[in-house]
């Protein structure tokens, strides 16, 4: 663990993960931007799911380099992260399925997106989350998901819109095995330390 925390808490690793997660965040938004134009002001900050995952790891960073915990922010990243990250890929594999070709953009959505969902993971020893911490993160994270299939604010993906439903029904299993996994990793871990 020594050599771990070595590495993963070195300032200057920290530093240089906050710049790429900090230019990811507002590639991110601007991505979402055509999106956002068109969504109603009180969706607003449901729709950009990925770039607001990132924010919250962002945030997250900023405190590590303080030599704090943010808690609240740690348990809304590490289940976004995972989450987008994973749906993302998801997504872009399916859409290749289906056309048979990727555009390179979509090659680095996927790289970028699998790379939130590891670092999530290789923070965990880090994170303070409690339970409660893990349940907001859960209203949260179950929210955005009936915003986005109910309200339909979901992420505009091409041809996949055909699969909504299922789609849907998906990110909604996904969002249960994040928090879960948030639960198995680190807040069944506090539970047995405390």
């Known amino acids: 663990m020594t050599i771990y925390k070595a590495l993963?808490?070195?300032?200057?690793?920290?530093?240089?993960?906050?710049v790429i997660n900090l230019l990811g965040t507002v590639y991110g938004y601007l991505w979402y931007d055509s999106?956002?134009?068109v969504t109603p002001a009180k969706f607003l900050i449901f729709v950009p799911d990925s770039?607001?995952?990132?924010l919250f790891f962002v945030i997250v960073l900023l405190f590590f380099i303080l030599d704090k915990n943010a808690?609240?922010?740690?348990?809304?990243?590490?289940?976004?992260?995972v989450k987008y990250g994973i749906w993302a890929v998801v997504m872009n594999g399916l859409t290749f399925l289906m056309n048979g070709s990727l555009s390179p953009v979509a090659f680095m959505l996927i790289i970028?997106?699998?790379a939130m969902a590891v670092q999530a993971v290789l923070y965990t020893p880090f994170y303070k989350i409690r339970?409660?911490?893990?349940?907001?993160?859960?209203?949260?994270?179950l929210h955005n998901d009936v915003i986005d299939y109910v309200f339909e604010m979901m992420p505009v993906y091409g041809d996949l819109m055909d699969y909504m439903n299922e789609i849907g029904y998906f990110t909604f299993w996904l969002s249960i095995f994040s928090i879960g996994l948030v639960y198995f990793m680190n807040v069944r871990k506090t539970f047995s330390e405390s």
């Open 35 to 37: 999106q956002l134009s």
């Open 112 to 114: 970028s997106h699998g």
């Open 8 to 18: 993963f808490m070195d300032k200057r690793f920290l530093l240089l993960l906050f």
């Open 131 to 141: 339970l409660r911490h893990l349940v907001v993160a859960a209203v949260w994270t």
């Open 51 to 54: 770039p607001t995952a990132s």
């Open 71 to 81: 808690p609240y922010i740690e348990a809304l990243a590490f289940v976004t992260l």
